[in-house]
């Protein structure tokens, strides 16, 4: 069989495109050990032991002078130095609770056995009262209540015009009353008013929910009222902070 002849150029031309993929593979090969090293490394980090050695038993060599601390350190990993031993006495701080119960308003609830049950079995004789012994401490957490609150104004005349028929007009006086919280409104109360925005700004709860919560305890409120009470605090609270003209001018520019 005869082989067609090629020039000297053309040699080296055809060498080189085979070479050429040899160093593509080196090169991908060197990438691919590269990647599985931090893979590896990534892997220990995440799920191996604690500790600096990066050495594994493949590899035993591998990055051996980043071990030279450990390989030259105290087996038992404790330094040589003196110690001096102190001590004193504190008074024992209260705990958290019992700071906690401290401001609290308490209510007992004292629990006395019935006269039937204090006769003495030896004598007959009625036992009386000897000590008392909190047992337990609770929190009683009271529910908001709903009540109706009636503003009054009294009106007074005088008794000794009313009687002199000389005075023809009647002195009558009427007590001041606190303006509401929300103009134009009969039942905004500053209790209510102030629950409202707290659960909304606070506890982060939407006006809706406050509306069906009040519902569930017999208080039918439209969120629409609800939204409308929470503009106007906003709108007042305005007027009395001294950054009220940088919010005027921000949100209505001339």
Same mark, same amino acid.
């Given at each position: 069989?005869?082989?067609?002849?090629?020039?000297?150029?053309?040699?080296?031309?055809?060498?080189?495109?085979?070479?050429?993929?040899?160093?593509?593979?080196?090169?991908?090969?060197?990438?691919?050990?590269?990647?599985?090293?931090?893979?590896?490394?990534?892997?220990?980090?995440?799920?191996?032991?604690?500790?600096?050695?990066?050495?594994?038993?493949?590899?035993?060599?591998?990055?051996?002078?980043?071990?030279?601390?450990?390989?030259?350190?105290?087996?038992?990993?404790?330094?040589?130095?003196?110690?001096?031993?102190?001590?004193?006495?504190?008074?024992?701080?209260?705990?958290?609770?019992?700071?906690?119960? !401290?401001?609290? #308003?308490?209510?007992?609830?004292?629990? =006395?056995?019935?006269?039937?049950?204090?006769? *003495? /079995?030896? $004598? +007959?004789?009625?036992?009386?009262?000897?000590?008392?012994?909190?047992?337990?401490?609770?929190? !009683?957490?009271? #529910?908001?209540?709903?009540?109706?609150? =009636?503003?009054?104004?009294?009106?007074?005349? *005088? /008794?000794? $015009? +009313?009687?002199?028929?000389?005075?023809?007009?009647?002195?009558?006086?009427?007590?001041?009353?606190?303006?509401?919280?929300?103009?134009?409104?009969?039942?905004?109360?500053?209790?209510?008013?102030?629950?409202?925005?707290?659960?909304?700004?606070?506890?982060?709860?939407?006006?809706?929910?406050?509306?069906?919560?009040?519902?569930?305890?017999?208080?039918?409120?439209?969120?629409?009222?609800?939204?409308?009470?929470?503009?106007?605090?906003?709108?007042?609270?305005?007027?009395?902070?001294?950054?009220?003209?940088?919010?005027?001018?921000?949100?209505?520019?001339?």
């Amino acid at each position: 069989m005869r082989y067609p002849s090629c020039t000297g150029k053309e040699v080296k031309v055809l060498r080189d495109e085979v070479e050429c993929p040899k160093d593509e593979i080196t090169q991908k090969d060197v990438l691919l050990v590269h990647y599985i090293e931090q893979l590896r490394i990534e892997q220990h980090h995440r799920f191996g032991v604690s500790s600096e050695r990066t050495g594994t038993p493949e590899i035993p060599e591998q990055l051996r002078l980043f071990n030279e601390p450990e390989n030259i350190a105290d087996a038992d990993g404790v330094e040589n130095v003196e110690t001096e031993e102190i001590t004193y006495t504190r008074k024992k701080r209260a705990g958290k609770r019992e700071e906690f119960y !401290e401001n609290l #308003p308490v209510k007992q609830i004292i629990h =006395e056995l019935p006269e039937e049950d204090r006769i *003495c /079995p030896h $004598c +007959g004789g009625l036992a009386r009262e000897c000590g008392r012994e909190v047992v337990r401490s609770e929190l !009683e957490l009271i #529910p908001a209540s709903v009540s109706k609150v =009636e503003h009054v104004q009294v009106v007074y005349d *005088c /008794p000794k $015009c +009313g009687k002199d028929s000389e005075v023809e007009t009647r002195v009558m006086v009427k007590s001041d009353i606190p303006a509401p919280v929300i103009p134009n409104s009969g039942i905004a109360s500053p209790s209510l008013v102030a629950y409202v925005v707290s659960n909304k700004y606070v506890l982060a709860l939407p006006l809706n929910r406050q509306s069906e919560e009040l519902k569930r305890q017999g208080i039918e409120l439209p969120k629409q009222n609800l939204a409308n009470w929470v503009i106007y605090v906003a709108l007042v609270s305005y007027t009395l902070s001294p950054k009220s003209l940088y919010w005027a001018v921000l949100y209505n520019p001339l």
